[in-house]
């Protein structure tokens, strides 16, 4: 079984760009999760879809940032435009509605975006 | 005030060597308790996990959790150098998708052959 994808695994733009993120869940798994680390810093959740709503958005840093789920398959996450701080690895994971523990979260890769 | 601390490392120890990883946190909501491994350029990987308070045994590695404390450990033994990555602990409040991760920053550990 695939695991949860990301492309690109690296992204370089320039300050003021805009840069789109996707991500590939694990096939059937309705919840998809985003998450970022900053240099130096935990791991931050950003928001979660449950198929394509967006159920908790609450770590969502301003409103340069916007996730997708059309579908409720893969995600995107695009950041319009790129400051500085936004630098760093941001990681999608997901996992399945029910069964076993529920909220056994799979990660993907990481993208990992440099804004200069 | 971080609502998960965790020492950062890195720590290094020999091959052999009993390893122990520990994490604080402050917000007693907290029900389940994660341990995750990250080898570079990788995504976190879960290794563990406990409901509340108690331990929990899997081959060389044991998580202990003392909610009484806010306290938790995570011990791995005759540590192998395939045991370098990084180690994150992680929380969450509920029995429910809906409940997203809280993480501490991670310890750098290093097994030397």
């Known amino acids: 079984e695939a695991g949860v994808t990301q492309f690109p695994s690296h992204s370089v733009i320039e300050k003021g760009q805009t840069v789109t993120l996707r991500c590939d869940p694990i096939?059937?798994?309705?919840?998809l999760y985003w998450y970022r680390r900053v240099m130096g810093k935990e791991i931050k959740f950003l928001l979660h879809?449950?198929?394509?709503?967006?159920?908790?958005e609450s770590g969502m840093p301003n409103n340069r940032f916007l996730a997708e789920r059309t579908g409720g398959t893969y995600s995107t996450l695009k950041v319009q435009p790129a400051e500085l701080e936004d630098s760093g690895v941001y990681f999608c994971?997901?996992?399945?509605?029910?069964?076993?523990?529920?909220?056994?979260?799979?990660f993907g890769p990481g993208t990992r975006l440099t804004v200069l | 005030q971080k609502e998960v601390e965790q020492d950062p490392g890195p720590l290094s120890v020999p091959e052999g060597a009993i390893v122990s990883l520990n994490c604080t946190y402050s917000?007693?909501?907290?029900?389940?308790f994660m341990w995750y491994r990250q080898y570079s350029r990788k995504g976190p990987e879960l290794l563990m996990y406990?409901?509340?308070?108690g331990n929990k045994e899997d081959g060389r590695f044991t998580a202990q959790v003392d909610k009484s404390s806010k306290y938790i450990s995570l011990f791995i033994r005759d540590s192998q150098p395939s045991d370098s990555a990084t180690y994150l602990c992680?929380?969450?409040?509920?029995?429910?998708?809906?409940?997203?991760?809280?993480f501490g920053s991670g310890t750098r550990l290093s097994i030397r052959p």
């Open positions: 994971a997901s996992s399945q509605i029910a069964g076993g523990w529920v909220n056994e979260q799979f």
């Open positions: 096939s059937g798994h309705d919840n």
């Open positions: 879809f449950v198929k394509e709503s967006k159920q908790d």
């Open positions: 917000n007693s909501a907290f029900q389940y």
């Open positions: 406990t409901y509340s308070s």
């Open positions: 992680a929380m969450s409040w509920g029995y429910s998708s809906a409940s997203k991760i809280i």
